[in-house]
């Protein structure tokens, strides 16, 4: 019989389908790309909503290789009862991912000969089975200190919920029961037992999964109640062969959600960038947020995004409505209600961790603070068109200086050879190309000319 290979979890994953929206139209910006969590190789996403002890926890998964390969343990505060765990979704992560992603958007400078426009109102808002035992002859469950607490199917999944004396059983228990464990299970288990956590135990029921025609695992989600605000990440290091990314959306019905155990910075964010980054984006973004993980000595959360579910600005998805919000676990909602009504604060926080970098599981707090933060880049197109006027004349001698010290942010936040990023820059001269022969005095003298005309009219 083929070994399963365990994928090790703690909160982890996620099943990517991701696409890029079209284009929208918010406050006078247009979104143009976002940095979705397809940037990254190794990026397990999660999603918690909590209201005071309750949780939900939707575990989604990015795992490549056969079905009948798959399994997670994850550790858990409570024994789960059968009601208590559901099959969700994983379009319902792809929401959140698109909603909250960092992103590009783009403006446009105006004619600067032109009188300045005013944006309408209207333009404004525009929207944006149980596993079978292996080996009869083993250790009995009892002699590996190991208790069945319970065990179910949901969907196309086979639960089994332990709870274990120790560490070394409950590798071999696993190992006996047909899980390969990684090397070094033994010791990231034992800090759950000695805590009295239970182990989560899921894998694929083969005759379900084809009997339904799935395409794809679907991502589990488990509701409980604790006073423990934590995601378990440690066990997810066994199968790690570099630094893993985690994504967090945490939904609570009152703002921020912070760790309480690491620091949280924010994304660089609200930089103009040169326009030809349109077209590396994701280069940018993830040699941007590698720098900046090693400016912080690689011992940080960075927060991406922060902002109520009743809007965003700009819009990079449309925001969930309440049977969305309801889908990933956010139990609070009421069913059918209006965005404004829905009571939802989303914090996107992203946490790229190793080994020996983060030793602790992340332990969360909630809080009420509302501010809104979002990962924000710009890009804003020059008017080249030619501009005769003296506000043209000076507009367009300002835009060296800026379009340097746009590469300077670019090269201060990625570590980008300046010299290359120059070489892309726009050029623009002085003077445009339908700019009069008129020399600057003779543009003098005339102006001078027609306000002494105006004088002796009026006289």
Known sequence: MKNLRVVIIGAIAVIACFCFARPVLAFCGFYVAKADTSLYNEASQVIIARDGDRTVLTMANDYQGEVADFAMVVPVPTVLQEGQVNVGEPAIVQRLDDFSAPRLVEYFDPDPCEPVRLFDEAEMMLPSAAPQSAGRGAASDEALGVTVEAQFAVGEYEIVILSAEESDGLETWLIQTGYNIPRGASELLQPYIRQGLKFFVAKVNLDEFDRAGFQQLRPLQIAYESPRFMLPIRLGMMNA???????????????????????????????????????????????????SYERENKEVAFLE???????????????????????????????????????????????????????????????????????????????????????????????????????????????????????????????????????????????????LNQFATAG
């Open 241 to 291: 062969q570099g630094d893993q990314d985690l994504v967090a959306y945490l939904l609570t019905p009152d703002g921020q959600v912070e760790l309480t155990n690491y620091r949280t910075v924010k994304i660089p964010s609200d930089v103009n960038l040169p326009t030809y980054v349109e077209d590396q984006f994701g280069e940018f973004y993830g040699a941007m947020f590698q720098r």
């Open 305 to 451: 995004y922060a902002w109520s579910m009743a809007g965003c600005d700009p819009c990079s998805a449309e925001p969930l409505n309440a049977e969305e919000l309801r889908q990933a676990g956010a139990f609070w909602v009421a069913p059918n209600s209006s965005p404004w009504e829905s009571n939802v604060f989303i914090t996107r926080l992203h946490v790229r961790y190793s080994r020996n970098k983060f030793p602790e599981d992340l332990a969360f707090q909630q809080t009420n603070n509302q501010e809104f933060f979002q990962g924000r880049y710009v890009m804003q197109h020059p008017f080249l068109n030619g501009a005769s006027c003296p506000a043209g004349r000076e507009y367009r001698r300002s835009l060296p200086a800026r379009f340097e010290q746009e590469a300077q942010t670019l090269a201060r936040l990625t570590g980008w050879n300046i010299n290359d990023i120059r070489r892309q820059l726009p050029a623009v001269g002085v003077r445009p190309v339908d700019e009069s022969d008129d020399t600057w005095w003779e543009e003098l003298w005339q102006r001078s000319s027609q306000l």
